[in-house]
T-cell receptor
Framework: DTEVTQTPKHLVMGMTNKKSLKCEQH?????MYWYKQKAKKPPELMFV???????INESVPSRFSPECPNSSLLNLHLHALQPEDSALYLC???????????????FGEGSRLTVL | RKEVEQDPGPFNVPEGATVAFNCTYS??????FFWYRQDCRKEPKLLMS???SGNEDGRFTAQLNRASQYISLLIRDSKLSDSATYLC?????????????FGIGTKLQVIP
């Protein structure tokens, strides 16, 4: 069982829809990540939040908008997506040891997104 | 050159066999190293961390060679349930967080 919870598990949306993916962890991790994974490819980093601040945006299109309301929650707002955005979206948090991020990632089960 | 390189396989091995995967990384300042396992249509799960002294967990042994910049994973007495993709992960410190880089993954298929 994962300690990172993602909802919804599956999402089908049209190109004009607005939807959000949600992620929650209660392990006290201070770094949270969004990854996108296509079939037979490794996870591809989208965003990193460190101490609730956006640290990294890997040149992700603006139709993806992340939000970190607090240290336990991470959202990904979706608007005007394209069919090629269909993928598994993985949230992860990173283990912290003595205040330092270890890079040891704990993943949620992912949200499988289909854009029609 | 890719930051983290792995042979994508697939490696098809019979049950009971020993199989080894290697992974090379390009950033000599890399700090932490991990092997993750990913089953089809599931999320990656941490298999083990990798240390210079080597570490073993049951049938799994991981090794790090900093001089040659590679890490390895050895699986002994392969089980059908070991069939999965094994992702090599390398991290480096960037600002206040660890930049995490994934290899492409090595697919293992254990056959009866």
């Amino acid at each position: 069982d994962t300690e990172v919870t993602q909802t919804p598990k599956h999402l089908v949306m049209g190109m004009t829809n607005k939807k959000s993916l949600k992620c929650e962890q209660h392990m006290g991790h201070r770094a949270m990540y969004w990854y996108k994974q296509k079939a037979k490819k490794p996870p591809e980093l989208m965003f990193v939040y460190s101490y609730e601040k956006l640290s990294i945006n890997e040149s992700v299109p603006s139709r993806f908008s992340p939000e970190c309301p607090n240290s336990s929650l991470l959202n990904l707002h979706l608007h005007a997506l394209q069919p090629e955005d269909s993928a598994l979206y993985l949230c992860a948090s990173s283990h912290t040891l003595q205040g330092e991020d270890t890079g040891e990632l704990f993943f949620g089960e992912g949200s499988r997104l289909t854009v029609l | 050159r890719k930051e983290v390189e792995q042979d994508p396989g697939p490696f098809n091995v019979p049950e009971g066999a020993t199989v080894a995967f290697n992974c090379t990384y390009s950033n000599s300042a890399s700090q932490s190293f991990f092997w993750y396992r990913q089953d089809c249509r599931k999320e990656p799960k941490l298999l083990m961390s990798v240390y210079s002294s080597g570490n073993e967990d049951g049938r799994f042994t991981a090794q790090l060679n900093r001089a040659s910049q590679y890490i390895s994973l050895l699986i002994r007495d392969s089980k059908l349930s070991d069939s999965a993709t094994y992702l090599c992960v390398v991290t480096s410190q960037t600002g206040g967080y660890q930049k995490v880089t994934f290899g492409i993954g090595t697919k293992l298929q254990v056959i009866p």
